[in-house]
């Protein structure tokens, strides 16, 4: 299943790409499921980020690695591929990218999920798009400041 959100903020992509940390990415966590970060090494290529999900009635582990990063005049990017996943999960990619545009950066969350049920892949679609769709506001209060 794929999933692709889309986010405009007025700082460049250089301004944008200092601010992906660990304090932006603990902003970042829904408010469901809870998360306790157990590892964040960066967003760089052969980094691993690790969270435990807690779904009240029990707990999961989620480890990505990064697997590529990157930069050119258009864009900065990086990737990371799930390596440790909840049970509900077979496969996860996720390429980051911020695109230049005229008036900043645009903010891609590109998604590439697999449950190992196609139904199952449909339910999760619209509890996947929250999850991303939260970010946009925490995006904007981030990187909307003047420069």
Known sequence: MKLILKHNVSQDPKQVWSGFDQSLFE??????????LL????????CFVEVELNFVLFRQIWQSEIVEHGES?????FVDRGTR?????KFWLHRHRLL??????QIVDDIEYRTGSTLLDYIMFPLMWAQFAYRGPIYRRSFNSKR
């Open 27 to 36: 902003k970042l966590a829904p408010p469901f499921p809870r998360i306790r």
């Open 39 to 46: 590892r964040f090494d960066g967003s760089t290529t052969g």
């Open 73 to 77: 005049d258009a864009e900065i990017w």
């Open 85 to 89: 996943l909840p049970f509900f999960l």
């Open 100 to 105: 230049k545009t005229e008036s900043g950066t």
